[in-house]
């Protein structure tokens, strides 16, 4: 088990190591197969870093070349792993010229490409998931022609026929709707074509009916000034596209195409500074808006810009075009089947055009283009959707089959390298570019019309994808790529546990790694890596004491762990094949196993003298007919087993025998091992190859299966130790969850199922966990939601009728995208904490009350102390001073543990630990003591006097107490004398005088071996100075006359 240290620098190694980790320091237990991984991918950091040594030169000048045997031997004997085979492989595939040697550059380079294709692989195979279709609430009256995203402001643009534009935040709440222009005359006679955003001026440009283009000024504080009107155009521009060059601002081509097939081309050379110039006789006010004529235009009067165009598409309406600076050319398309898409290519001298065209069939209505994969996409007419060459005309390098409506719209997810399209019959689509394939499909529901049009358009850097129905405008957008949410674990997570003597959080995942967390903060402490392997941890557990964590494997095997990383014993419970484990149960003298079979196997400590640990007997044989699930312990004796199909057997752990069988359905009375036939059979009992993967697939499973048996399947048991009373009261004492999101409260003493409730509908089966005190009760399901409930008072007295009345729900909320596969509640500092394990690999903590979720994992740690708010104890309530005190002396065991001897232990706690108590049992009693008085209160106002007792003696009657006879006083009264007179003084032993510091000291003390030289030297010089001073005033002194 090799051990990852998460603070920089340390890292700690212990034994034994893992095969697989041999060959990856960083904790990759992938599924496949150690023989199908090639080497390079196994490669850690270290062995580039040797690899690096053995290629460097005695001289920065020189460069040292390897052959292919010299390569095999050196690699083989540096990294010291792998076979002469592999690395001759290796070698191979970095000589690809077959030039006999290679040296540092090359291999570097085969490395980074391989990541490289490695990487984009994984980004084509990614299915994007998307949140509902949600209509946004617009406030255009007619057909929404264009949707625009700008940068500038982080606001969008929508545009409709009628000349109202939208302007919408970067959350899409709609801010305002404006008229184009305050002309409502002009309006009123014209429609809007399209609408292009020029970035690199602030401004906007609208086309018009009317022929005309005005560019408005997006910075203005009016609503949308017109700063430029060109007009006389030949035809009506109905498309229209404008790029600009992020290293030139200046430099920028605004396309436009009309009704008459004409495509149109004003590429500006000085855009910063003006787009048009100003005409002579125009008026000199800024505001003013500037009108500029076609016709002359194009001659070239105006220095700032110049024109391009062609007529090839021959009076065919544009539907679309577009600049694509990589090809240096314009497209442009149209619906006709001959030069349905057009290439104007923009000669060296920029103002002359070369023309090429594809003709296809029934023509197109969009198309789209990939620069780094350089294909064109078309929304075939024919119901395709075409790949092509830009510079191959013949035919289409690919086409995509899936659409059973014509093709209007197609766009490329660049990063992604994959394609949306979208058809008629309102279907979308995606594809995979590399295997031409379509990897989703979705249904969008719009109202049914033959006459409507359809706007498309993804906005990639934001993950939204917008699509108009006239003038209704929808928005998919995308959930949160796994990799960009935060997650606990790299693989999802199967268990949870919480340590309360280190304060620490335990988690497991499929990829066999353990991590540990602090719960204050949610930093990550340490981390175990390849614990079983390449099996996935499926169960863990912790002994009495903590200080060993057992983990159960999908391989058959369970691993007892120090808190260090060091294995010290392996129980093997699969002796004929795997079994999938699904719980483990520690015990004072046993340690039970159950899983995907019908059997308990036992463990017993006493016996642990080798690393491998065959099982012993269980003297219960079998009794389940179907394969145990969970299973459960309550002192000091009582032993629960819940299966698949739904029967909790009840056994007694000191005898091992199994003495009755709880059902939803029926109960019976199991007289002795031999009795295995049953009063009613529900399963056959199932092979472990029939399952796969408990916490994976079976819980998938159940939610789909509506057989009786899962309806039934038993996958929690959880005792109420807290519930001291019941035993003379009655009441549940065990509580049951699993197939269909039921929830059952049981009396194991009376043998009948009390209460019944539906927690969870419609998800399959749950699981749960509650708190020490027994006040809480968490549930969670299939689809990752969470709901915890107040059991504090539910099924405390027995009845005659099943409860099907649900306890009173606190909280319900979604903490994770996927399943739950683990809840662990606990106390810290008198708040009731929630930890929840999912399959979206991220492990949550929250409390009872509703605070926000917080990971583990996240880059910001949290103080548990700021995010959890404590209710405010009542500090007048003292409490009983002897229920206090017993309340404090609870020992740090057990509590199978607190009713045995406690001067023997387990073989397990090898390593004693001094824990002093902290300050969370202290928090704890509070918390406590907050409970009592709070149940006093409410007895209080709810009656005052307790009608039915709910102690073991409440048969006993109490009357008034009788008078006592008069007292006579204690003879030390009557005669002090005798018990208090003083005795002979006794002689005190004398006291030993202990000998003086002088006699003692084995060296004469000396201050110049306890001060530095320095102080010495200025001491010595200062007395001197003081003596002669004294001598000098004493010799004045004399010198006086008399």
Not at 988 to 1008: G, N
């Amino acid at each position: 088990m090799s051990c990852q240290n998460a603070t920089p620098g340390l890292n700690k190694g212990s034994q034994p190591r893992p095969e697989n980790l041999e060959k990856n320091s960083h904790g990759a237990t992938a599924k496949e197969d150690a023989s199908t991984v090639l080497l390079e991918k196994q490669l850690t950091l270290g062995d580039f870093a040797q690899i690096q040594r053995a290629f460097e030169p005695p001289e920065p000048s020189q460069t040292i070349c390897m052959s292919r045997e010299e390569f095999v031997q050196r690699m083989t004997e540096i990294v010291g792993w792998g076979t002469k085979e592999e690395y001759g492989e290796l070698f191979d595939k970095v000589d690809v010229a077959q030039e006999g040697f290679i040296n540092w550059d090359k291999l570097t380079s085969f490395l980074l490409l391989t990541l490289y294709e490695k990487d984009e692989q994984a980004k084509a195979t990614v299915v994007p998931q998307w949140r509902d279709l949600e209509f946004l609430p617009v406030k255009h009256k007619d057909t929404i022609q264009r949707v625009i995203f700008l940068k500038s402001s982080s606001r969008y643009l929508t545009i409709s026929k009628e000349g109202s534009v939208g302007i919408w935040g970067e959350n899409l709440k709609l801010q305002e709707t404006l008229p184009i222009t305050s002309d409502a005359t002009k309006l009123k006679h014209l429609w809007v074509t399209s609408m292009v955003s020029l970035e690199n001026v602030n401004k906007i440009a609208v086309a018009f009916t009317s022929k005309e283009i005005c560019f408005y000024d997006l910075l203005s504080k009016e609503e949308f000034p017109c700063q430029y009107k060109l007009q006389g155009l030949k035809g009506t521009p109905i498309c229209m596209d404008y790029w600009y060059n992020p290293l030139d601002a200046n430099e920028s081509i605004l396309s436009f195409g009309d009704i008459t097939g004409k495509v149109q081309v004003i590429a500006f050379t000085t855009a910063l500074i003006s787009l048009f110039e100003r005409p002579a006789g125009a008026c000199e006010d800024e505001e003013a808006t500037v009108t500029i004529n076609w016709a002359e235009l194009r001659p070239g009067h105006h220095k700032c810009c110049y024109t391009l165009g062609h007529k090839l598409h021959h009076g065919d309406w544009v539907r679309q075009v577009t600049y694509n600076a990589s090809l240096d050319a314009i497209i442009s398309s149209t619906t006709s089947n001959t030069n349905t898409v057009v290439l104007a290519w923009r000669e060296k001298s920029k103002k002359h055009l070369k023309m090429t065209s594809f003709n296809i069939a029934q023509g197109i209505h969009a198309f789209d283009y990939h620069s780094q994969l350089n294909l064109i996409a078309t929304a075939g007419i024919d119901n395709k959707v075409c790949l092509w060459n830009p510079y191959v005309v013949s035919k289409p390098v690919g086409v995509l089959w899936g659409h059973s409506a014509s093709v209007i719209a197609v766009q490329f997810f660049a990063a992604r390298k994959q394609l949306f399209s979208f058809s008629r019959d309102k279907v979308l689509r995606l594809w995979d570019i590399q295997h031409q394939l379509s990897i989703q499909r979705i249904s969008c529901f719009f109202p049914k019309s033959q006459d409507f049009r359809c706007l498309f358009h993804f906005d990639e850097a934001h993950g939204r994808l917008f699509i108009s129905f006239n003038n209704q405008l929808a928005l998919l957008a995308m959930k949160s790529e796994a990799g960009k949410r935060v997650t606990s674990h790299k693989k999802a997570v199967t268990c949870v546990l919480y340590s309360s003597v280190l304060k620490q959080v335990i988690s497991s995942d499929v990829g066999s790694t353990v991590s540990f967390w602090m719960i204050d903060t949610g930093q990550k402490i340490k981390q175990f890596t390849g614990c079983h392997g390449n099996a996935e941890i499926s169960t863990m557990a912790l002994n009495a004491n903590e200080t060993r964590l057992l983990t159960g494997s999908t391989d058959g095997t369970v691993k007892v762990w120090d808190l260090n990383g060091c294995c010290h014993h392996t129980l093997n419970v699969g002796q004929a094949g795997a079994v999938d484990i699904s719980h483990i149960l520690v015990l004072k003298k046993t340690i039970l196993v159950t899983g995907w079979d019908r059997s308990i196997t036992v463990f017993r400590p006493q016996n642990f003298n080798q690393f491998s640990i065959q099982p012993e007997e269980w003297k219960g044989g079998i009794q389940h007919h179907d394969d145990i699930l969970c299973a459960a312990f309550s002192p000091p004796q009582t032993l629960v087993t819940g299966s698949y199909d739904g029967e909790i057997v009840l056994w007694n752990n000191s005898t091992e025998n199994a003495h009755y069988v709880l059902h939803p359905d029926y109960q019976r009375l199991l007289k002795s091992k031999s009795d295995a036939g049953p009063q009613k059979l529900l399963g056959a009992g199932r092979s472990p190859s029939t399952h796969p993967t408990y916490d994976q697939a079976t819980l998938r499973a159940c939610s789909f299966e509506m057989d009786t048996e899962c309806n039934h399947a038993v996958m929690r048991l959880c005792f109420l130790e807290a519930r001291k009373n019941i035993t003379g009261t009655g009441g549940a004492n065990l509580v049951s969850c699993g197939g269909s999101g039921y929830v059952r409260f049981w009396d194991t003493f009376k043998k009948q199922l009390l209460a019944e409730f539906l927690a969870h509908s419609g998800v399959g089966s749950i699981i749960m966990s509650t708190d020490k005190s027994n006040r809480y009760l968490a549930t969670g399901d299939l689809e990752g939601w969470l709901k915890i409930w107040n059991i504090e008072e539910y099924c405390l007295n027995p009845s005659k009728n099943k409860l099907t009345q649900a306890p009173t729900l606190i909280r319900s909320f979604r903490p994770h995208e996927d399943w739950i596969s683990s809840l662990e509640m606990c106390e810290l500092g008198g708040r009731s904490l929630i930890l929840s394990a999912s399959a979206d690999c991220s492990i949550r903590v929250t409390d009872v009350c509703g605070v926000p979720v917080q990971i583990f994992g996240q880059e910001k740690h949290w103080q548990l102390e700021n995010c959890f708010s404590v209710p405010k104890i009542d500090t007048n309530f003292m409490g009983n001073k002897i229920q206090e005190k017993s309340i404090k002396e609870i020992p740090l065991f057990s509590k199978e543990e607190s009713c045995l001897d406690p001067s023997k232990h387990s073989l397990l706690d090898k390593k004693t630990y001094s824990v002093r108590p902290s300050e969370v049992i202290n928090l704890g009693v509070k918390y406590m003591e907050r409970n009592v008085y709070k149940k006093k209160t409410h007895d209080l106002y709810n009656g005052g006097i307790i009608q039915k007792s709910c102690s073991s003696f409440r048969s006993l009657s109490i009357g008034t107490l009788k008078e006592l006879p008069e007292v006579n006083k204690p003879a030390f009264l009557l005669d002090p004398e005798k018990y208090f007179r003083e005795g002979p003084e006794e002689q005190c032993p004398q006291i030993p005088e202990f000998p003086s510091l002088s006699e003692t000291l084995k060296a004469i003390f000396d201050e110049k071996n306890l001060f530095p030289k320095e102080i010495l030297d200025h001491e010595r010089r200062a007395k001197q100075l003081c003596q002669e001073t004294n001598s000098e005033v004493k010799i004045k002194r004399n010198k006086k006359p008399l």
